[in-house]
Nanobody
Framework: VQPQAFGGGLVQAGGSLRLSCVASGTYPVGWFRQAPGKDREFVAAISRDSGSVYYGDSVTGRFFISRDNAKNTVHLEMNSLKSEDTAVYYC??????????????????WGQGTQVTVSS
């Protein structure tokens, strides 16, 4: 049931990366990130049917979340990356709800995280 996140890496400022999260079913999914010494931060979320998406203030207009339910995969397209986007990115799924949340505690299962490093 644990989702698997992958796609992180090292990229120069202004570049792009695409993260993917593969789950065992079709669930609302949220992406969060955590930089060293900082709290976990909400990045983006998507409902089961893609009808509703939401972004954190710091990524709005630069990051885009989408999903392919045939493959149980959620993507996070990250553009115009900045050094402050450097963090471990986690995807999480809500197993017993049809809606997303910005609150980490409302997610039931978490992926292992993937490191994104943006060099300036």
């Amino acid at each position: 049931v644990q989702p698997q996140a992958f796609g992180g890496g090292l990229v120069q400022a202004g570049g792009s990366l695409r993260l993917s999260c593969v789950a065992s079913g079709t669930y609302p999914v949220g992406w969060f990130r955590q930089a060293p010494g900082k709290d976990r931060e909400f990045v983006a979320a998507i409902s089961r049917d893609s009808g509703s998406v939401y972004y954190g203030d710091s990524v709005t207009g630069r990051f885009f979340i989408s999903r392919d339910n045939a493959k149980n995969t959620v993507h996070l397209e990250m553009n115009s990356l900045k050094s402050e986007d450097t963090a471990v990115y986690y995807c999480a799924a809500r197993l017993h709800s049809s809606t997303w949340s910005v609150t980490p505690q409302r997610y039931d299962v978490w992926g292992q995280g993937t490191q994104v490093t943006v060099s300036s």
